[in-house]
């Protein structure tokens, strides 16, 4: 993966610098992927997009407050090696004054990114998951660090965990939302009665980590995934349900994964252009 820099052509050099507010951590693995393949490609495809994109957001420019590519980490090995280097870079992240920008890559590498951020914290942290899948399938084809399987093991490990957009679930997962008292709106919910604004239980926690799943977006949106379910969230939805949700409340990290590149470039801006979104909800 050649080491792009996101949003590349629009940061000024005291923009790009490693004191920034916001660090891109490009993870281009691929190990676990159960219908189609290609996310190794995605953050590659993502950086290259963020090339294209404008300053200005929400009426907010979030590179005045620094962007900062790290280089792609090395996703050879075991996966509990990948996710204990994900970890460290996460939380170095954070120690530092940083929001980690993860981009994905199938989504089992939200484990490391969470497990770091929540290192890098005194405070417990939340897990706010955009997904058409709910991810909670115990050891999904023999292995317990599946993409469909790490909410199962972050909720395992005692994270809250709030769900939007979920459409394609198992018997297993109902239990497990049941016995994990995971929050959730499901998309058929959602879609049919045009929701935006969906509040998180008052007790979540104060610190919330994004994990968006581009799936979450219907196919008509964003086909260039693995595992695409029809009825899915529209783009301006889905990032109205995470800006909604955030509201008194703050995020200390995010991912964007599932991206699986197709030579569509449509796909690769959208995906580049709910990062820049997100970064800027950050900063809300």
């Excluded at 290259?48 to 929400?58: F, G, I, K, N, T």
Aim: hydrophobic share 40%; net charge negative.
């Amino acid at each position: 993966m050649s080491e792009t820099v996101f949003l590349d052509s629009e940061l000024t050099d005291a923009e790009r610098g490693p004191h920034a507010r916001f660090r891109v951590i490009p993870v281009p693995l691929e190990r676990t992927v159960s219908y189609g393949s290609g996310t190794a490609r995605g953050p590659a495809a993502i950086l290259m997009a963020s090339d294209e994109l404008e300053r200005e957001v929400l009426g907010t420019t979030p590179c005045e407050k620094g962007i900062f590519t790290e280089s792609a980490l090395e996703c050879d090995g075991p996966l509990p090696a990948v996710m204990d280097r994900l970890a460290a870079r996460t939380e170095a992240a954070v120690r530092g004054g940083a929001v980690p920008v993860v981009l994905g890559g199938e989504h089992s590498l939200s484990y490391g990114a969470v497990t770091g951020v929540a290192r890098a914290h005194d405070a417990a942290v939340g897990i706010l998951q955009i997904d058409a899948h709910a991810d909670l399938r115990v050891a999904y084809q023999g292995d317990p660090h599946s993409h469909a399987s790490v909410m199962n093991l972050l909720t395992d490990a005692g994270f809250r965990l709030a769900q939007f957009g979920v459409r394609a679930l198992s018997a297993e997962e109902t239990e497990q939302r049941a016995a994990r008292n995971v929050f959730y709106r499901d998309a058929e919910d959602l879609v049919v009665h045009g929701t935006h604004n969906a509040d998180l239980p008052d007790d979540f926690p104060e610190l919330v980590y994004v994990s968006f799943d581009v799936d979450g977006l219907d196919p008509a949106i964003m086909p260039a995934t693995g595992t695409p379910v029809p009825g899915g969230l529209g783009y301006y939805q889905a990032l109205h349900l995470v800006e909604n949700a955030l509201k008194g409340r703050r995020c200390v990290g995010f991912d964007v994964v599932e991206l699986a590149p197709n030579g569509q470039t449509a796909w690769d801006f959208t995906a580049a252009s709910i990062v820049y979104r997100l970064m800027a909800a950050c900063l809300r």
